[in-house]
């Protein structure tokens, strides 16, 4: 018997999912994290959790992982001390960046200061044009002054390399890396043809720049990953799991690891879009939401869409990464009465420490969670009953609200989640709309302890019809990792005319198989189907921005597509994004992308049935409108077997999550086990 | 109408309200057809009531742009009163006539009605990259009247009871340089303003047309006193300040912007009456640019948070004599207003240095610098038009530095990659960087501003360039010392430099000289002395101030 393990580390618990292979059974493990060295979390996790194996083997045949190492240290700012080397004349480009402020009328608020010291970033006299014509060679003098100036800097510990138009033509920076890897054989260099081999020379360079950042810490932490887990189980297949929404080896990540940056969330995403998938549910926005925040993503036909450019704390990425939408909600987001006298909920959040009044951890602000407490909506015994919630503390926090509102502390509570619903509401909507999209054609599908509470509300003011609340919502990003595959992606930019000789770029998508067909060969090893899809970035002449179009998959034959089937599929994703096209206006092929995909086998779980009649285990009063409190059976999760329904009112709770059934709504056991409600 | 609402609902409402001005301003930016609304979201939605007051902007609009939409309903309730009707679009970019600021700005008004009565407007504006006149862009300096600047659009309808008015649109299309996307453009605001109206109605079909006019009318009192109230705090008095604009770039040197702010109770008043005339150069404001500007600083120095609309311009008077340079009267050119907008705010900044001296900040870049590159492409023989603006230094501030190489207060707009020019055009990019000793020592410094050096390829090129705070440094606060102020010229390559003047246009270059713009810094704040050492230190081995620099202030 073999078995797949999915583990994702958060700031608070670390997740574990375990698949058997051969029968389809799944065991779900919970343990607290290990914030000063996470690999130690996982291995002692891995230990507790083969107790739980009913087999006598215990083979565990492959373990992914998503993790928040690379997200943290640049979040706190923990990464190394680096160095920069660029073109003659633009040290300062990363630090000018876009010459925009984050905020207009916040005179205080700044973006944030690079992570590259100006004095670390030194200029090479060098240039590359735009056709990727040498203008002016590096000379041997000029790296040798380098070489002088960088053992000048203090304690360095790491080298990014940026230079104009290395996507073009990368033998610049090449020429640089081999030279300063001899000259400092112990530092690790990362470099933009490398990393993000695009054009756009500030997305490159800070692409570049974070992933230098990351690569010590990041490194560290893989390695003693890899050496922890290789001890005790030295056949296991360890892959880490990307921002794009695939997994890739852990050598890989130690060298990209900006490829790490959302790794989390983005496993949330892969496990919610299957498991709706295993209920026929193509297209759904996810809503997963957490204390201080809720990512909201939308899924179609199955598949998540990639956006290839992200900020994370202010600073840009350019790589593809699942679509993921931060809304500055969540359970803990504090209630305050704003300088117009109104009710506002957030930004700013209890966090987890010290949390939501009810916790009992010295909180005092009235936050989401509280209201929900005091409305009977979430239970007093959260998270397997370890941690107890604590009612008159939550009452305490917001009375002095509801007293100033001269509203009783049921009808501030009630305000509250208004609010912060409308909040999210409203962010959804925005992202629906600038994404193309109607979210009335959609389900919501709630993960995060305490999506289900506030999910039927939301869907209510969307008009969405349908929601999907999965069997484990509180494991999703566990559950997601074990059914991801391996991925990479190739970039090439090549800019050419559609009406032209496309022969060069017929010559670029041939240089990207090989690169895909060597990765196939050595890292992509999966068992299932190969992929290998093609995709060409594309514009009309004159924009500034590319709609990346999936031209089909390429991996037996590499021929391109004719231009009048390439011109119609950018006239479709033109309207379909933009609201029009023009059949005459001149288009022209920007950039070359391959996405290669290996499929790694895992077995679909096997759902253990209750038949039995489920009884709710108790009766709760639950304020539903500001009349008076109703009478709500309380059920187990676990108890609930397929083909039951269920009427509101009703609670449902598990381990994890509450699920919140409000009056005159329904709720279906699917086959999957996975509920399914209706507005 | 007098019904109270809870703080609850209130709050859900105008959440409700602010997410349909969002999804107008992403409707546009989706729609629309140009990079300047597509990438650079040169444009703002909003709604208004029946009385033209500005409800509920867009998360995203543009400052400038506040005081415009209101303008345009303003007008359309003066010259159309008794003949609104269902259906019914507006349009017009008139400063003078039509409550616009600049021509290339084109507004556009839809009206709400329930069952015949008028309950609110939906409008929008768009920065549009052409509408005609003596140059492309529709934005060159050196023009002396607003008929040379563009087509100028008085207040008329594009849609009567929703069926289009075909012979207008041919018209305005045809004054227009690239049509097409003009054409694209304005469609994009139509359909904003279908948009919008069709979510209101939603909005009143669920809550009832009393409900919503009650909330209208909560929003505006409500925010009014939120701003009142910030007023109130700041103590009564009198509080002036005076600054001088270089040049209008044909014959006024020495522009003078003085403002006298006026304190009393909740109540403040701006008196701009000691301001110069209006002049010959564009660079005049209508009024509801300078109100604008105004409210832009006021609600930076006071609230940040504070939501846009109508309540905070009924929280503030402004007195501006008739054909001054803030107020000015037909013909007077305009283009170029965004460069008198960040003076004015730097002006209203200065008298409250004394008042708000944890807010305030040393003087910024004090411009929104431009430059047009034009010519031949020898590669491919097309003619080329390229346009790009430069940020520069933010003053210092109360707690620390002010931000290097930065759009400043009533701009934001992004830069274009180097990647992207020269691939697109035949120029080579040489340097892009912060100018050394450029940000006015202090206890916190002033930003640095930027250097541009550009050298065209093969071919010759014409520069126009339009650059303030070339002479006027940006000061300091509280012994803060000045800025350095900005500068254009030509360097050949034997490294011989010739000057330009902040206002250049007609300058003809080959490879042999590099163009260079250096944006003006900004002024620090507190006396150098009182700087700490460790960022004196930082200052040095920044190597963003030399040695002499630091030996001089510090």
Redesign the interface.
């Known amino acids: 018997m073999t078995w797949i393990i999915g583990v994702d580390v958060g700031g608070t618990f670390t997740d574990f999912c375990a698949r058997n292979n051969t029968n389809g059974q799944t065991i779900i493990h919970k343990r607290p994290s290990t914030p000063h060295d996470p690999s130690l979390a996982i291995l002692l996790g891995l230990k507790e959790l083969k107790l739980k194996f009913v087999s006598d083997k215990k083979r565990i045949a492959r373990l992914a992982h998503g993790t928040t190492v690379a997200t943290n240290s640049l979040l706190q700012r923990k990464g190394g001390n680096l160095a920069l080397i660029t073109t003659k004349?633009?040290?300062?480009?990363i630090?000018?960046g876009?010459?925009?402020?984050p905020?207009?009328?916040?005179?205080?608020i700044?973006?944030p200061s690079p992570l590259i010291?100006?004095?670390n970033r030194l200029e090479i006299d060098e240039r590359i044009?735009?056709e990727g014509n040498v203008i002016k060679n590096i000379s041997s003098h000029g790296i040798n002054n380098l070489e002088k100036k960088l053992k000048k800097l203090i304690n360095i510990d790491g080298i990014a390399i940026c230079l104009?138009?290395s996507?073009i033509n990368p033998t610049h920076e090449i020429k640089l890396k081999k030279a300063l890897s001899l000259r400092f054989p112990h530092l690790p260099i990362s470099i933009s043809s490398e990393v993000q081999p695009e054009?756009?020379?500030?997305?490159r360079f800070s692409t570049t720049a974070i992933n230098a950042y990351l690569q010590p810490e990041v490194g560290k932490y893989m390695e003693n990953l890899k050496k922890g887990i290789t001890t005790n189980e030295p056949n296991l297949e360890l892959n880490i799991f990307q921002s794009s929404g695939g997994l890739t080896t852990i050598e890989r990540a130690s060298d990209f690891p900006v490829r790490m940056a959302l790794s989390g969330p983005a496993a949330g995403v892969v496990g919610a879009s299957e498991t709706a998938l295993s209920s026929s549910f193509k297209d759904i926005i996810t809503l997963d939401m957490g204390g201080t925040s809720t990512d909201v993503c939308l899924i179609q036909k199955g598949k998540a869409e990639l956006a290839n450019m992200r900020d994370i704390s202010g600073f840009r990425i350019r790589l593809p990464m699942i679509d993921i939408n931060t809304v500055g909600a969540g359970g803990g987001s504090i209630a305050h009465?704003g300088?117009?006298?109104?009710?506002?909920v957030g930004p700013v959040s209890a966090g987890a420490v010290p949390g939501p009044a009810c916790y009992g951890l010295g909180g005092s602000k009235p936050t989401v969670s509280d209201a929900n407490i005091v409305l009977g909506r979430l239970p007093e015994n959260l998270v397997g009953g370890e941690m107890k919630l604590n009612k008159s503390k939550a009452y305490k926090a917001i009375s002095p609200i509801a007293r100033k509102?001269k509203?009783s502390v049921e009808?501030?509570a009630?305000?509250i989640i208004?609010?912060v619903n409308?909040?999210m509401?409203?962010a959804i909507?925005?992202v629906s709309?600038?994404r193309?999209h109607d979210p009335r054609h959609f389900s919501l599908m709630p993960f995060g302890g305490a999506g289900g509470l506030h999910a039927i509300d939301i869907a209510n003011e969307l008009s969405i019809k349908n929601i999907l609340i999965p069997n484990s919502p509180g494991i999703l990003c566990a559950e997601g990792l074990i059914l991801s595959n391996l991925q990479e992606s190739f970039v090439k930019t090549c800019?050419t005319p559609i009406d032209s000789n496309l022969r060069s770029v017929q010559k670029a998508i041939s240089e990207l198989r090989i690169k895909a067909k060597n990765w196939f060969a050595n890292e992509g090893k999966g068992k299932g189907n190969k992929s290998l899809l093609l995709f060409i970035d594309m514009r009309y002449v004159?924009?500034?921005?590319e709609l990346s179009i999936n031209v089909g998959n390429t991996l037996t034959k590499s021929n391109l597509p004719n231009k009048i089937v390439l011109k119609n599929l950018f006239f479709e994703a033109h309207k379909r994004?933009?609201?029009?096209f023009?059949p005459l206006a001149a288009i022209e092929i920007v950039n070359i992308r391959l996405r290669a995909i290996s499929e790694l086998d895992c077995r679909p779980s096997n759902i253990s049935n209750n038949k039995k009649s489920p009884k709710p285990f108790k009766i709760t009063q639950v304020w539903f409108d500001n009349k008076k409190a109703k009478s709500t059976k309380v059920f187990e999760r676990s108890s609930l077997p397929s083909g039951f329904s269920l009427k509101g009112p009703a609670i449902i709770v598990q381990e994890d999550a509450t699920t919140l059934l409000p009056p005159n709504c329904s709720l279906k056991v699917d086959k999957k086990l996975n509920l399914v409600l209706r507005t | 109408m007098n019904k109270r609402i809870?703080?609850?609902s209130?709050?859900?409402t105008?959440?409700?309200l602010?997410?349909v001005a969002?999804?107008c301003f992403?409707?546009l930016m989706?729609?629309?057809?140009s990079?300047n609304i597509?990438?650079r979201h040169d444009h703002s939605t909003a709604i208004t009531d029946s009385k033209g007051k500005l409800i509920a902007q867009a998360e995203n609009a543009?400052?400038i742009h506040l005081a415009s939409m209101g303008g345009l309903i303003q007008h359309i309730l003066d010259e159309y009163i008794d003949n609104i009707n269902e259906g019914d679009i507006f349009i017009a970019n008139d400063p003078h006539v039509a409550g616009g600021t600049h021509l290339p700005d084109i507004n556009m008004a839809m009206p709400v009605f329930n069952k015949g009565e008028l309950i609110a407007f939906v409008a929008n504006i768009v920065h549009h990259a052409d509408v005609g006149g003596a140059a492309v862009g529709s934005m060159s300096g050196g023009l002396n009247e607003i008929y040379k600047e563009g087509l100028r659009i008085p207040l008329i309808r594009l849609y009567k009871k929703g069926e289009i008015v075909h012979d207008i649109f041919r018209f305005l299309l045809l004054n227009m340089r690239l049509s097409?996307e003009r054409k694209?453009d304005i469609?994009?605001q139509i359909?904003a303003c279908r948009l919008g109206v069709s979510r209101i109605n939603d909005l009143i079909k669920k809550h009832g047309v009393m409900y919503i006019q009650t909330v209208f009318n909560e929003i505006l009192s409500?925010?009014k006193?939120?701003m009142q109230?910030?007023i109130s705090r700041l103590p009564d008095g009198d509080y002036s300040f005076t600054d001088f604009m270089d040049d209008d770039g044909l014959n006024t040197k020495d522009i003078k912007i003085a403002v006298k702010i006026i304190k009393k109770g909740k109540t403040i008043l701006f008196d701009f009456s000691e301001t110069d005339s209006q002049v010959e150069g564009n660079f005049n404001l209508t009024f509801n640019a300078t109100q604008s500007s105004v409210c832009?600083s006021l609600?930076?120095?006071l609230?940040?948070?504070?939501?846009n609309n109508s309540g905070i311009f009924d929280a503030i008077n402004i007195e501006i004599p008739k054909g001054s340079f803030l107020n000015c009267l037909a013909p007077a050119s305009v283009a170029l207003r965004a460069n008198t907008c960040q003076r004015v705010v730097d002006v209203v900044f200065g008298a409250f240095i004394n008042v708000l001296p944890e807010?305030v900040?040393g003087a910024a870049n004090g411009a929104n610098t431009s430059a047009v590159f034009s010519g031949v492409n020898p590669l491919n023989g097309n003619r080329y038009v390229y346009l790009e603006t430069?940020?520069g230094g933010?003053g210092g501030?109360y707690?620390?530095d002010g931000?290097?190489?930065?759009?400043?207060n009533i701009t934001?707009?992004?830069?274009?990659?180097?990647?992207?020019i020269?691939?697109e055009y035949p120029l080579?990019?040489?340097?892009?960087?912060?100018v050394e000793n450029s940000g006015g020592a202090g206890k916190h410094r002033g930003g640095l501003g930027?250097r541009r050096?550009i050298r065209p390829i093969g071919h010759k090129c014409e520069f126009s360039g339009v650059g303030e705070r070339f002479r006027h440094s940006p000061w300091g606060v509280f012994g803060g010392k000045p800025g350095k102020p900005g500068k254009f010229y030509l360097k050949d390559k034997k490294g011989k430099i010739t000057n330009l003047s902040s206002k250049s246009s007609g300058i003809y270059t080959t490879e042999n000289h590099a163009i260079i713009m250096e944006t003006p810094g900004a002024g620090g704040y507190g006396k150098p002395k009182d700087r700490k050492k460790e960022d004196v230190l930082e200052d040095k081995?920044?190597?963003?101030f030399s040695q002499n620099y630091i030996k001089k202030y510090y």
């Open positions: 004349g633009f040290r300062d480009l630090e000018i876009r010459q925009v402020r905020s207009i009328y916040d005179l205080q700044d973006s010291k100006r004095r044009d735009f104009l138009f996507f054009f756009r020379e500030f997305e009465l300088k117009d006298g109104l009710l506002k509102l509203l009808e501030t009630l305000g208004g609010i409308s909040n509401t409203r909507r925005s709309v600038e193309g800019r004159g924009q500034n921005y994004s933009y609201g029009h023009d | 809870d703080p609850i209130l709050e859900i105008w959440n409700s602010k997410s969002d999804e992403i409707t989706r729609s629309a057809f990079t597509k990438e543009l400052p097409d694209g469609n994009a359909a409500r925010s006193k939120r109230i910030a832009y609600k930076a120095l609230d940040p948070e504070l939501p807010k900040t430069l940020g933010m501030r707690t620390k931000k290097d190489g930065v759009q400043v934001n707009t992004s830069n274009l990659p180097i990647e992207a020269e691939m080579r990019v040489e340097e892009y960087s912060l930027i050096t081995n920044s190597e963003k």
